[in-house]
């Protein structure tokens, strides 16, 4: 782990380069040094049902959730929310100076003992797989 799960309106395809932005939320993760490569899952929804505040249509959203393997203390955990987050807003930057947008993020861990898991992808990878 972790999970970087992006939910966003359907009005932000226009306005925001998602596959871009899946990679840049890959790289923010892999920069802090806490999370193996191999572990790493970037995934982006679009929501077509929302309403936001007054009910305007082109208001928009993006909200990333950051879903861990428990077993982090708080400070590197915050430290790590920190430096995702100020990539994400970097790169929503435009946007947000343009239109009317909400930009959110969560980072929650997940009880290993709850959270099975198994794969090859480490196989796959270059070099040491880390």
């Known amino acids: ?4 799960q992006i939910d966003y309106s359907s009005n932000l395809e ?7 932005l ?14 193996p490569e191999a572990g790493i899952r970037v995934r982006a929804t679009v929501c077509n049902h929302v309403v936001i505040a007054d009910g305007d249509p082109d208001h928009a959203f993006l909200d990333l959730s950051v879903r861990l ?3 982090r203390d708080l400070e590197t955990r915050k430290t790590a929310a920190a430096a995702i987050f100020a990539d994400l807003e970097k790169f929503c930057a435009d946007v ?7 930009l959110s993020m969560e980072m929650r861990d997940v009880d290993p003992e709850l959270s099975p898991k198994v794969s090859s992808i480490r196989k796959y990878l270059g070099g040491d797989g880390i």
């Open 22 to 35: 899946c990679t840049v939320l890959r790289d923010a993760a892999l920069k802090t040094g806490l999370f």
């Open 1 to 4: 782990m972790p999970h970087l």
């Open 14 to 20: 226009d306005r925001l380069d998602l596959p871009g």
């Open 96 to 102: 947000l100076t343009s239109s009317s947008f909400l």
């Open 69 to 71: 393997r428990g077993g």
